[in-house]
């Protein structure tokens, strides 16, 4: 007997409806506790023969029964068969007969059999080998379009007389078969043995081991490694995350977004089944702009790391994260200087320039024409000395923001014109009383005029500025 839900099949191997012990089964069906019978199942007309025991065990899940006629003789005798029936609305109609890929006389498949879902075993127990007459093995079928498939016999090892698949019951993992000749405890003490199901390609799964490929990926067991459950491998093998079929690895599309893990190689995309088109540093990085801190930062996963040093930008160069100027440039602070100095508001070559500022070229200037060309606490004396401003012997000259009208402007005129004047007039004495003078005087003479052409010079390129 069998029973699913409220459906019960019972098998009947004696009945002679079309021959004699041909056999039969009855499903009954239950209805407010009652239960009816709803048909009898027979082997069609033309397979139906005298001895067939068809009805010898029965299985039964939902609307599909498996009937055993282990006495079938049609590949031989007592080769055996097993049937299968399927129920529309009330009705129960023949689908299959199964039979062994190997029947023998005598292998009495059939005599056993089990269905659960798309899985039957059918029990073979007279099975021979070619050591031993009766050893017995198991056929499992399953469920491929419709029809009912061989796809695996299994035989117990080592060999022998145990006529395994004398009985047997399934579940969806796993199958119990009876092995009542087995003598491992001694003559006919018998064993049972258990299999577990593995799951063909495309049936759900959470560990390889529960899969006949090996490989569950995607939560289906897959025809393939496919590159693991790894979302950046381009291959899938699961309906829902974008292969043809469940079970069937399949290549991403060129162009399918896939994520490496890395930042600074930007986003990914697919290519011929791997995550190999990367979008490239997404940071604008060391694009000569003014801004010196927008390289790529992997670890930070962020476009705010410095711009190598050394590389240019509008007024200078990268260091240490800033446009850093060049000299004579404006300043706030020496961070801001390629020179590391930033002296009276200016990239300077030195760290002080002493009472006097810098100079648009960066040196340190070496006269004034106002107070803005001293250092702070020095304001520019008459003589174009930067004096300290507290210094009572001094007269300031006004810058022309601070001077009346016309003089500031008169005096500026002065500078021009009458400084060069009075320089060129002292170089050209020094150089007449040079004849007179040691070799070492003269030097000092030609030392102080360069310096005064330098201050000049420096004085000239500070008021362009
Ligand atoms: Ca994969
Ligand atoms: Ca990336
Ligand atoms: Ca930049």
């Keep these: 007997m069998a029973l699913s839900g409220d459906t019960l099949i019972a098998g009947a191997l004696r009945v002679d409806t079309q021959t004699a012990d041909v056999g039969a089964a009855y499903v009954f069906t239950r209805s407010g506790g009652v239960w009816t019978e709803q048909q009898k199942l027979l082997a069609k007309a033309t397979e139906a023969m005298p001895s067939d025991d068809f009805g010898c065990t029965v299985g039964l899940d939902g609307d599909t029964a498996v009937i055993g006629a282990g006495g079938d003789a049609a590949l031989g005798d007592n080769a055996g068969a097993a049937y299968t029936f399927v129920r529309t609305g009330s009705t129960w109609v023949e689908q299959q007969k199964l039979t062994a890929s190997d029947a023998k006389a005598e292998d009495v498949f059939g005599v056993a059999v089990a269905i659960s879902g798309a899985t039957i075993f059918v029990g073979a127990p007279g099975k021979p080998d070619t050591v031993s007459p009766a050893p017995g093995a198991l056929y499992v079928f ?4 419709g029809t009912w498939v061989e796809q695996q016999k299994i035989v117990v090892a080592p060999p022998a007389n145990c006529s395994l698949g004398r009985s047997l019951a399934l579940s969806p993992t796993r199958c119990l078969a009876g092995a009542p000749g087995d003598q491992e405890n001694g003559m006919a003490a018998g064993a049972a043995f258990v299999f577990a199901l593995k799951a063909t390609n495309g049936d759900p799964c959470a560990d390889p081991s529960a899969c006949l490929s090996g490989f569950c990926v995607d939560g289906v067991c897959c025809d393939g490694a496919c590159g693991g459950d790894s979302p950046t491998d381009c291959l899938v093998c699961s309906v829902a995350t974008g292969a043809t079929a469940d079970g069937a690895c399949t290549p991403l599309g060129n162009g399918s977004s896939c994520d490496d893990g890395l930042f600074c190689n930007g986003a990914d995309q697919c290519s011929d089944g791997a995550c190999s088109i990367h979008g490239h540093d997404p940071c604008p990085g060391p694009n000569q702009d003014d801004n010196c801190s927008e390289s790529c930062d992997e670890q930070q996963q962020s476009c705010n790391a410095s711009d190598p040093d050394g590389t240019s930008c509008p007024q ?42 810098c100079g648009g ?34 007269t300031e000259v ?7 009208p016309g003089r500031g402007a008169a005096r500026v005129a002065w500078w021009r014109l009458g400084l060069p004047v009075l320089f ?25 005029a360069f310096r005064l052409e330098l201050a000049l010079a420096n004085l000239r390129t500070a008021r362009r500025g």
């Design 424 to 448: 060129c007039f002292r170089l050209a004495r020094g150089r007449r009383a040079g004849g007179g003078r040691s070799r070492r005087s003269r030097g000092r003479g030609r030392g102080r």
């Design 316 to 357: 200078g160069r990268c260091g240490a994260g800033q446009c850093q100027k060049e000299l004579g440039s404006s300043c706030a602070d020496k961070s801001g200087c390629q020179s590391g100095f930033c002296v009276t508001h200016a990239c300077c070559v030195q760290a002080d320039c002493g009472a006097y500022g």
């Design 398 to 404: 006004q810058g022309c923001g601070c001077s009346t």
């Design 142 to 145: 399953g469920q491929q379009t």
């Design 361 to 394: 070229d960066g040196a340190c200037l070496g006269a004034c024409i106002t107070t803005v060309d001293c250092a702070p606490g020095y304001q520019c004396s008459s003589a174009a000395r930067c004096v300290p401003a507290v210094d009572p012997g001094a």
